[in-house]
């Protein structure tokens, strides 16, 4: 009975849990298909599809979007190899230099954004450097590199060191031990950080408000059509991601489950 009880319980909560998760999700969803320029689903105006016509015609938002995914995949190709070269050396040194150095790194994570942004910005313009999104890019860097840094730490756990003392004794240089043993071995590692990079990018904005200059990206967009009127384009834009990410969480776990058929 008190199995029952429990199993009753635990059921209730995965149910109340997903819910509290999604539902906000399908009600935002839903204002995208709604004809009312309030960004509602009650009351229902009727079915629309005009929310989507009137994102692709809005240019400002889609520059915006343009220039998020630029920022972003650029913050991927700084952030990973910093990231994976600083937990690299963590991982090969010991002592007071190993504690300073992972604090150094961790640091920028337990400050605020706004505090990034501003150091950011104080920092190159004492080095004559324009406003724009390369400075955003910088100042992201500066934080998302230490998520990187601190997933391939974990990974590094499992590496068995004898292998490169081995490969060293069989010959083996350096640059070759790390290209044909050790990345091999974090590119779990590294595809994870590159994802969490991308995406931390996407979604900031402190950082990107003070150093961003006169472009726009796609939170500091939103940010000003809040303050000015938000309409369902906003709603709209927030289905088709939604729905590109469910995609890509798709193919990822067919392309797993297809790979561990083959090795059963």
């Known amino acids: 009975m008190t199995t029952k009880k429990s199993d009753f319980l635990f059921r209730l909560y995965l149910v109340i849990f997903l819910a ?8 935002m969803g839903g204002a995208a298909f709604n004809d009312s320029r309030f960004p509602s689903v009650f009351p229902w105006a009727g079915f629309t599809l005009n929310w989507f016509v009137e994102l692709w015609n809005d240019a400002r938002l889609i520059n915006s979007f343009k220039n998020t995914i ?28 190993r504690s300073i150095l992972y604090g150094l790194m961790v640091a920028p994570i337990l ?3 706004a505090v990034i ?7 190159w313009n004492k080095l004559a450097v324009p406003l724009g999104l390369h400075l955003a890019v910088l100042g992201q860097v ?15 756990q499992s590496f068995d060191r004898s292998l490169e003392e081995a490969a060293l004794d069989l010959g083996a240089s350096h640059s070759m031990v790390l290209r044909r043993i050790l990345l091999p071995h974090l590119y779990p590692a ?7 990079a991308f995406f ?18 796609l939170t500091v967009y939103v940010f000003s059509k809040v303050r000015s009127g938000i309409t369902p384009t906003i709603n709209a834009l927030a289905v088709i991601l939604i729905a590109v990410t469910l995609t890509g969480a798709l193919v990822v776990e067919l392309r797993r489950r297809r790979v561990q058929a083959k090795s059963a």
Do not use: C
């Not at 931390?200 to 990206?217: A, K, M, V, W």
């Open 190 to 196: 590294l595809g994870a950080g590159a994802v969490i």
């Open 200 to 217: 931390q990018s996407i979604e900031n904005f402190n950082i990107t408000l003070f150093t961003r200059g006169p472009y726009d990206t």
């Open 111 to 113: 400050t605020p954004g």
């Open 70 to 97: 630029l920022v972003a995949l650029a913050v991927v190709l700084l952030s990973v190899p910093i990231g994976a070269a600083a937990a690299i050396l963590i991982n090969s040194i010991g002592g007071a230099t």
């Open 20 to 27: 509290y998760l999604l539902l906000p999700l399908i009600v």
């Open 117 to 123: 942004g501003i150091s950011t910005l104080l920092f």
């Open 142 to 156: 500066s934080y998302i590199a230490a998520f990187v840094m601190l997933l391939v730490l974990a990974r590094l």
